[in-house]
């Protein structure tokens, strides 16, 4: 079983061809990319095996009570304008210019996300 979920806010890729950016992750580094990125100007994907990104640092907080769980947590969907596969990446083929993938959910279960 593979989970795509399309969070793109219009519903539908617009006609022109935009340059496309693929992120791998939602962590520190690609979550702030996904967000910053101008949709207008780039067709952004990202993939990653979890649909969150935990801001680490104030975990310890939230395991005494000090903070709410939900104040380091920030779900991908928030990010508007993008697609988001939940899947690892397995191989890169910039050859081919495409991304190998598969489930997080059913790891015989592939797919390959073109890059261009």
Known sequence: MLIRRLLSSSGVHAVDKKSRIVILG?????????????????DVTVISPRNHFVFTPLLPSTAVGTIEFRCVQEPIRTVKGIDYYQAASKTIDFGKK??????????????RQKLS
Do not use: M
């Open 26 to 42: 939602c962590g520190w580094g690609g979550f702030r990319l996904a967000r910053v990125l101008d949709k207008k100007k780039f």
């Open 98 to 111: 495409e991304i190998l993938c598969h489930s997080v959910y059913d790891n015989s279960a592939e797919f």
